[in-house]
């Protein structure tokens, strides 16, 4: 059964730490992975990964793919409290539809 | 770029009645719209896949009479809630792929929160 795993579910950090988000699939078929960053709406898109180690950077967040061990990491450098949100992982898959398998999220606070 | 755009954001009905909901591409077309329904501190879980032109694919345990998708253009699909009950009650959220290039990335609408009274 293809699966999307998350860890951990949930983070509390103070502003200014680091994270690291996880992020471990079993997907058929697998063609790329996606993070989004969900608040209170619909989630705003984050980053697309398709190729192994290859880091991709915006600001204070970066992330990286390993199809090797089949897991993607999603940083978070110098949090802020508005980086509080829900971080979800997906897995595109399937042929040309390209559906999106979604991890459980993981809920990121962070305070003051 | 690649704005979704849903509408209504939120909706109240009576149990028996039905609800549409509109998900549309503002600046680009997209052959394929996702719906997505979340449930409260839950991921999003896929109901169906909106082709434009042709019939939506369901995901298993999804009911298609019950759940209506219509793709009638490149920018807009539409969902209806036929004969919706409390247990509907939801956030719908919609996303689009860009039908250029080869872009894997689906872009999210900001969602429909639907309470079944």
């Known amino acids: 059964e293809d699966k999307v795993v998350q860890s951990p579910l949930s983070l509390v950090v103070h502003e200014g730490d680091t994270v690291t988000l996880n992020c471990s699939y079993e997907?058929?078929?697998?063609?790329?992975l996606l993070w989004y960053k969900q608040e209170k709406k619909a989630p705003t898109f984050l980053f697309m990964l398709?190729?192994?180690?290859i880091e991709k950077k915006s600001g204070r967040l970066s992330s990286i793919l390993d199809k090797k061990e089949l897991f993607s990491i999603l940083n978070i450098t110098a949090t802020q409290t508005g980086d509080s949100a829900i971080y979800l992982c997906?897995?595109?898959?399937?042929?040309?539809?390209?559906?999106?398998?979604f991890g459980t999220g993981t809920l990121l606070a962070v305070q003051p | 770029g690649a704005v979704v755009s849903q509408h209504p954001s939120r909706v109240i009905c009576k149990s028996g009645t039905s609800v549409k909901i509109e998900c549309r591409s503002l600046d680009f077309q997209a052959t394929t719209m996702f719906w997505y329904r979340q449930f409260p501190k839950k991921s999003l879980m896929l109901m169906a896949t909106?082709?434009?032109?042709?019939?939506?694919?369901?995901e298993q345990g999804v009911e298609k009479d019950k759940f209506l998708i219509n793709h009638a253009s490149l920018t807009l699909s539409t969902l209806t809630v036929t004969s919706a009950h409390p247990e509907d009650s939801s956030f719908y959220i919609c996303?689009?792929?860009?039908?250029?290039?080869?872009?894997?990335?689906?872009?999210f609408g900001p969602g429909t929160r639907l309470l079944v009274l």
């Open positions: 909106s082709n434009e032109g042709s019939k939506a694919t369901y």
């Open positions: 996303s689009a792929r860009d039908a250029r290039g080869a872009d894997e990335t689906q872009y």
């Open positions: 398709t190729s192994s180690g």
């Open positions: 997906a897995a595109v898959y399937g042929g040309a539809t390209n559906k999106l398998i």
């Open positions: 997907v058929t078929n697998f063609r790329s």
